[in-house]
């Protein structure tokens, strides 16, 4: 892992962090996978329960992911935190916190597109420690532990070689607030005036799993929430690549954007965000 340990977790071989991420691998990886089976089986008959916003629908499949997560997050740490993008966050004060995107790409869900994951991450002090990500329709489970490198279907995966942002291939994302939409605005007419390759594919899980995997070479994020990023900033870093905000600024659960790269190009990519 090149990326700099943050303080609160120098510390971490001599906490108990490490005996409970043992004891909780198995755990995650067979909660995203059921979450992302039953979402799996309502894909392409599913149907619409509430918009939130113009651009945010919220299925039938959100909500049933995010009641089997969250229920069984309860009741096996009933002491942690849990902040869900369906349920919101519970009131519980405590030094780790569950973040859940019971269903991440919900648009691409609806429409048809395999582009969409159940994401789950767990945070010890504002840190992602423990990642995993579930494409159901594509049959790609994404796992990360800290300090022990990321995974695609059980087998170790790097970030891509390239390092020149010149010859990278970007992908994009942006929060719902109008001041992140319009920062994306900039940032892709910005990489388009510059002749770079970019795409919004529409799953922020997906996304961090493809540069993770080498796939692609980063992903730049306005408005980044925690649910949404959590497992891919940990699978990005595990996997030899950055995470940080827009300044250059180590990524962590505060963190307003997001900027994660193969970390070859980091450099050049916090430059071209510059005044953005």
Request: proline content about 3%; some cysteine.
């Amino acid at each position: 892992m090149i990326f700099p340990i943050c303080d609160k977790l120098k510390t971490l071989k001599n906490n108990q962090i490490l005996g409970i991420i043992i004891t909780m691998k198995q755990f995650i990886v067979k909660l995203v996978k059921q979450a992302g089976l039953e979402v799996n089986k309502r894909f392409n008959h599913d149907r619409i329960i509430k918009v939130k916003k113009p651009s945010q629908i919220v299925t039938q499949a959100d909500l049933i992911a995010d009641k089997i997560i969250v229920s069984a997050l309860k009741k096996k740490f009933p002491a942690h935190a849990i902040i869900s993008e369906e349920s919101g966050k519970n009131k519980i004060a405590s030094d780790y916190l569950w973040a859940v995107d019971p269903l991440d790409g919900t648009t691409n869900y609806f429409i048809g597109s395999p582009l969409f994951a159940v994401s789950l991450a767990l945070f010890y002090r504002g840190q992602p420690v423990l990642g995993a990500a579930f494409a159901p329709a594509l049959n790609e489970l994404y796992f990360a532990e800290i300090e022990k490198g990321a995974y695609l279907n059980n087998k170790k995966i790097k970030v891509s070689k390239n390092n020149r942002l010149k010859d990278s291939f970007l992908t994009f994302c942006h929060g719902s607030a109008r001041q992140d939409i319009r920062r994306a605005m900039k940032i892709y007419n910005k990489i388009k005036m510059a002749g770079l390759d970019s795409r919004q594919l529409g799953s922020a899980a997906i996304e961090l799993g493809f540069v993770a995997a080498g796939r692609t070479d980063c992903i730049l994020i306005p408005g980044a929430h925690s649910w949404d990023v959590g497992a891919g900033v940990l699978m990005a870093r595990e996997a030899g690549g950055q995470a940080t905000d827009f300044s250059g600024q180590e990524w962590d659960i505060k963190s307003k954007d997001l900027a994660a790269s193969n970390g070859k190009i980091h450099g050049q990519l916090v430059k071209f965000l510059k005044n953005i």
